[in-house]
């Protein structure tokens, strides 16, 4: 039902209460979860029960009997009946469902789209990864979820920002340095014994074989990281490998269809000074305790700012270096401060720990500098690991990574398309396997191809019109063809289904849940496979012929958009599997 619709709907049920002297009541409608129950059900009179003192079903018959007698209810109720407990069931005009059709053909690209959030602005961290080695599966689901979700912000006004925040600060970049230093030792004939911290996998060696031979690392923000092959010099071989990566893992990332419009570096928070004004600013609030040589946040004294941990958090060790929430709580109070009054963090669930300590300190510091920083600030979409399986077997090592599967394989083996698809097909708490055979399939099996398939489908009707010698209308002539012949059970399921696209995507967005759009996606192509099926597209008949077109035209622009937000390709034509 498009909203214009359900605004008329609303009014016409709110006009009927009026005659039974009620008013200010919201009036809830609701998809019913059987077709055969109507095409939208009102629960209005079980909610007036009590107040009213009324059996229900009295209230739902008075409610029904003021709606048909309301003339102005002729042009969009097309039947009404009570039942159960006093539900409401009703029946939309024909003429009212496949209005549908013309307000998608006239939006476009646009269909579904809202402004609600307009001027809201919305900061997206998802992946930030160490540049210390490949990305894996972990920052593959991230990356996917983090991207989708963008895109169905977006559709809801939201101004979205992506960023990576790279943690190039910390003992795990020193590791790096040494072991991209002890591996070109060995290239150079030494004998070496690796650390248990040391990096393993190819990359590393790749990384010291182009440092002993002074290639420069030509970084994608425009840089050039110079090497002279010293490896005394190890200030330069960090900052050398963390280019390197830096510079593999963005590959990596655009392989996988997945950009950011902002990087930001941990140890810019301690050049700049935000790290200590942040300690500064929680020991200001009264939270902070010295204890045992450590600097402590006193978390579990923080219920009064709507946090709560169960233990204590040191933030500054005896060795005098900072705990890594600390510089998170500065990352956090850097985003507020440009503007961002919605943060959302996407990261795997071992980091469900951190979420007390870092919302308690930011809390914190928003006491002492009298501030008003959300309590649900930053919010978290915490995501399970996948596993990969390739002919039945796990896929466990990549001689890149030396020790897991990395993103590039998985896009490598399932290619992009279905590599996104999968990645966001389930919600993110949920754990998965990832069947690469599956994703290669060409059959109704492989999601991804089912709803290529449908859009690819309806071009092919289309393509197949013109060959017949028929003259296929414009977009703008679909728009005006009569649509009153589209009335088969079928017809009217596949436009219910479109209707409800825009819905869908309000309800993705505010759940943080791409996993929906999976979802509905899959039934819009069903819905559309039920009704080619049913029904022949090109006849005879030019004004059946037109409208079966609209219909399919409507439809091939839901699953486009749709596809679009997923960032997965919407083919023209595909082979079937027989055909292939």
């Not at 009324?54 to 709606?67: C, D, G, M, W, Y």
């Not at 596993?387 to 020790?403: A, I, L, T, Y």
């Not at 055979?437 to 393509?463: G, M, T, W």
């Not at 039934?523 to 039920?530: D, K, N």
């Amino acid at each position: 039902m498009l909203a214009q619709q359900k605004e008329a709907l609303t009014s016409l049920i709110s006009a009927a209460l009026e005659t039974l002297g009620v008013t200010g009541v919201t009036v809830i409608l609701e998809r019913p979860k059987m077709p055969e129950h109507g095409d939208v059900a009102c629960t209005v009179a079980m909610q007036l029960a009590r107040a009213l003192k009324k059996n229900p079903r009295e209230i739902a018959t008075q409610i029904v009997e003021a709606l048909k007698a309301n003339p102005e209810s002729e042009a969009l109720i097309k039947s009404v009946e009570i039942a159960g407990p006093g539900f409401i069931n009703l029946r939309i005009q024909d003429n009212a469902r496949q209005e549908i059709i013309r307000q998608v053909l006239k939006a476009g690209t646009s269909f579904g789209c809202g402004d609600a959030h307009k001027n809201q602005s919305v900061l997206l961290e998802f992946v930030s990864a160490n540049p210390t080695g490949p990305l894996h599966l972990g920052h593959a689901r991230q990356g996917a979820l983090g991207d989708v979700l963008a895109n169905l912000l977006a559709t809801q006004g939201w101004k979205v920002t992506r960023e990576f925040y790279y943690n190039d600060a910390g003992v795990q970049i020193g590791n790096l340095a040494e072991s991209i230093r002890l591996r070109a030792r060995e290239l150079k004939g030494e004998a070496v014994e690796l650390p248990e911290n040391a990096y393993h996998g190819e990359y590393v060696i790749a990384i010291a074989r182009d440092y002993l031979d002074c290639k420069p690392v030509h970084a994608h923000d425009g840089t050039v990281i110079e090497s002279k092959g010293d490896l005394s010099d190890t200030d330069c071989i960090r900052r050398y490998g963390v280019a390197y990566l830096r510079n593999e893992q963005d590959d990596d990332l655009d392989a996988l269809g997945v950009h950011f419009d902002n990087f930001y570096l941990e140890s810019s928070l301690y050049a700049s000074g935000r790290v200590q004004a942040a300690v500064q600013s929680m020991i200001d609030s009264g939270r902070t305790e010295e204890r045992d040589g450590a600097l402590w946040l006193k978390t579990t004294e923080c219920e009064d700012l709507g946090i709560h941990d169960d233990k204590n958090r040191v933030m500054r060790k005896v060795d005098g270096t900072f705990t890594y929430f600390v510089p998170d709580v500065a990352y956090h109070l850097a985003k507020f401060e440009r503007g961002f009054t919605k943060a959302v963090n996407i990261q795997g669930s071992d980091h469900h720990g951190t979420i007390a300590r870092v919302r308690c300190g930011l809390q914190c510091c928003a006491l002492a500098r009298q501030m008003s920083i959300p309590k649900e600030f930053p919010e978290y979409i915490l995501h399970k690991m996948l596993s990969v399986v390739k002919d039945g077997e796990p896929v466990k090592m990549s001689k890149r990574s030396g020790n897991y599967v990395t993103l590039r394989d998985l896009v490598d083996m399932a290619g992009q398309d279905a590599a996104r698809f999968f990645l966001v097909a389930r919600k993110a708490d949920a754990e998965f396997v990832f069947d690469i055979n599956l994703a290669q399939q060409k059959s109704d099996e492989n999601p991804v191809y089912y709803l290529q398939y449908a859009h690819a489908r309806i071009c092919s009707v289309f393509a197949n019109a013109k060959e017949k010698g028929y003259e296929v209308p414009s977009a703008d002539e679909l728009i005006k063809a009569d649509l009153s012949s589209l009335v088969s059970e079928q017809a009217m399921d596949l436009m219910a289904k479109i209707a409800e696209y825009p819905s869908l995507l309000t309800l993705a967005a505010k759940d943080h849940a791409p996993h929906m759009l999976c979802y509905y996606l899959k039934e819009l192509a069903a819905a559309f496979h039920t009704f080619y099926n049913a029904e022949r597209v090109v006849i005879e008949n030019d004004v059946e012929r037109n409208a079966r077109l609209a219909l399919l035209a409507a439809t091939r622009q839901v699953l486009g958009n749709g596809l679009a937000l997923l960032g997965i390709s919407a083919p023209e034509y595909m082979a079937r599997r027989e055909d292939a």
